[in-house]
């Protein structure tokens, strides 16, 4: 069995990181935000932002969700912890 980097939320849909390498991976993708964030000013026109954040951000995001859903648990949508059955 393969060492999972992210587990499934308890409430609601997702993952939340469980071990380094899933640590690792959200400070990365956290980091690599806040450089294409610093690329920006105000004088910045709607085209840059679209060139320079936005689509990076994008590819960012879903390439993170990918690398979620190959390392981790599958998803599915909870309301706490397990139901019990009689």
């Known amino acids: ?7 499934r939320k308890r409430y609601g849909w997702g993952w939340y990181p469980a071990s380094r390498e899933g640590w690792a991976i959200t400070l990365g993708y956290i980091v ?6 610093s690329t920006l000013d105000e004088h910045s026109s709607g085209r840059e932002v679209t060139f320079m954040f936005v689509l990076p951000l994008i590819l960012l995001t879903v390439t993170f969700i990918r690398i979620a859903y190959k390392k981790g ?9 397990r139901s ?3």
């Open 73 to 81: 648990e599958t998803p599915r949508w909870q309301w706490g912890g």
């Open 1 to 7: 069995m393969q060492k999972l980097w992210f587990k």
């Open 84 to 86: 019990f059955k009689k």
């Open 32 to 37: 690599l935000i806040l450089v294409l964030a």
